[in-house]
């Protein structure tokens, strides 16, 4: 994504294909392992019910989830998510917000499987490579029949045209 913003004189939106598709993949590990409530009147688990969890333990995180929680025409707590990872790399804030919830080990293991993606190393690193993203300019749709909707399918295509690592080692 970052290479391919460079040379770019205006701020990346939707129709940007890296941008979109990082927003997919970072969709599908905030979701990855969430813990499924057991009992007939259970309610699935969302990474908006987490995010509304970590608003009440880290003040910096807090005005992001309002700002998206008044947002009217988005309805599902997908849509909220969504929402919100949008709001939170536009402020050029998601490595922080990210951060700052993976800080919350009581909360992510309430939430979260142990072998969830935000439960383990990697989202630290993940976290670490967010960080060059406060760098570009974005410009992101907030319409909620669009984020409540929206099918979050990863094409894997765009990783592998490139081809370099099938090449053999000469």
């Given amino acids: ?45 969302t990474f908006w019910g987490f995010l509304e969890s970590v608003e009440k333990a880290c003040q910096r995180v807090e005005p992001s989830v309002r700002i998206v929680r008044g947002f009217p025409v988005v309805r599902t707590p997908q849509g909220r998510s969504r929402a919100w990872l949008r709001v939170a790399l ?43 993203l406060s760098f570009i300019d974005m410009d992101l749709s907030l319409q909620g029949a669009y984020l409540d909707t929206l099918c979050t399918t990863i094409d894997y295509s765009l990783y592998l045209k490139d081809g370099n690592y099938l090449k053999a080692v000469e």
């Fill in 90 to 132: 536009m402020d050029k804030q998601l490595a922080e917000f990210l951060k700052d919830c993976l800080g919350q080990e009581a909360l992510l293991a309430e939430w979260y499987e142990p072998w969830a993606f935000l439960r383990s190393e990697e989202a630290m690193v993940v976290c670490g490579l967010l960080v060059g």
């Fill in 1 to 45: 994504l970052i290479e391919s913003a460079i040379g770019f004189s205006e701020k990346l939106g939707d129709d940007h294909l890296p941008l979109a598709q990082l927003c997919n993949v970072l969709e599908h590990g905030f979701r990855h392992g969430l813990r499924e409530r057991k009992g007939p009147f259970a309610q699935v688990r």
